[in-house]
T-cell receptor, first 111, second 113 residues
Framework: DAKTTQPTSMDCAEGRAANLPCNHS???????VYWYRQIHSQGPQYIIH???NNETNEMASLIITEDRKSSTLILPHATLRDTAVYYC????????????FGKGTSLLVTP | KAGVTQTPRYLIKTRGQQVTLSCSPI?????VSWYQQTPGQGLQFLFE???????NKGNFPGRFSGRQFSNSRSEMNVSTLELGDSALYLC????????????FGPGTRLTVL
């Protein structure tokens, strides 16, 4: 699996967009970018995934650069309940379910 | 649809004992994965089961084992507990072909004294 690099922590004001970056410069052609988050004392929660096109769902948007070496998860209107650790994971889509979560980014949404 | 359930939620054991944790996946999900989460090492993959067969295994000693039953329910066992086994043990289930979208349970908090 390609290695990912994320900032250790970020702050965001409530109601503003939260933009969480992830570098994955060694990503290979068959690897997808997945995002999960873990709210304190809960199990991780799947957010979104993508290969090369930008993706959007009810929770977030995923922007992947054209060279696929980095991506950004966007929470368009952050709320206090979005305070969590966000994990960017790169993995081939057909390689089973063993996810390498890394350290993630601790996002604090403030009032 | 009910989510992933794990029992027990909290457990206290002493060194040298063994422990069995249980996980019931979401109905229809046939893949079950287990993870260990500690403050120092973060979330680490233990193993994954599909159709009663272990498909992947993480880098953990043989004291950690698991199994899956025909109804997809899974158990993991840790023998000869050590203090370092104190952790949150998380179970996740997946629908085959769901592209790595895993649904996690609330976890079992194991404390080894």
């Amino acid at each position: 699996d390609a290695k990912t690099t994320q900032p250790t922590s970020m702050d965001c004001a409530e109601g503003r967009a939260a933009n969480l970056p992830c570098n994955h410069s060694t990503i290979s052609g068959n690897e997808y970018v997945y995002w999960y988050r873990q709210i304190h004392s809960q199990g991780p929660q799947y957010i979104i995934h993508g290969l090369k096109n930008n993706e959007t769902n009810e929770m977030a948007s995923l922007i992947i650069t054209e060279d696929r070496k980095s991506s950004t998860l966007i929470l368009p209107h952050a709320t206090l309940r979005d305070t969590a650790v966000y994990y960017c994971i790169v993995r081939a889509g057909n390689s089973g379910y063993a996810l390498n979560f890394g350290k993630g980014t601790s996002l604090l949404v403030t009032p | 649809k009910a989510g992933v359930t794990q029992t027990p939620r909290y457990l206290i054991k002493t060194r040298g004992q063994q422990v069995t944790l249980s996980c019931s996946p979401i109905s229809g999900h046939r893949s079950v994965s287990w993870y260990q989460q500690t403050p120092g090492q973060g979330l680490q993959f233990l193993f994954e089961y599909f159709s009663e067969t272990q498909r992947n295994k993480g880098n953990f000693p043989g004291r950690f084992s698991g199994r899956q039953f025909s109804n997809s329910r899974s158990e993991m066992n840790v023998s000869t507990l050590e203090l370092g086994d104190s952790a949150l043990y998380l179970c996740a289930s997946s629908l085959v072909g769901s592209h790595n979208e895993q649904f996690f349970g609330p976890g079992t908090r194991l404390t080894v004294l």
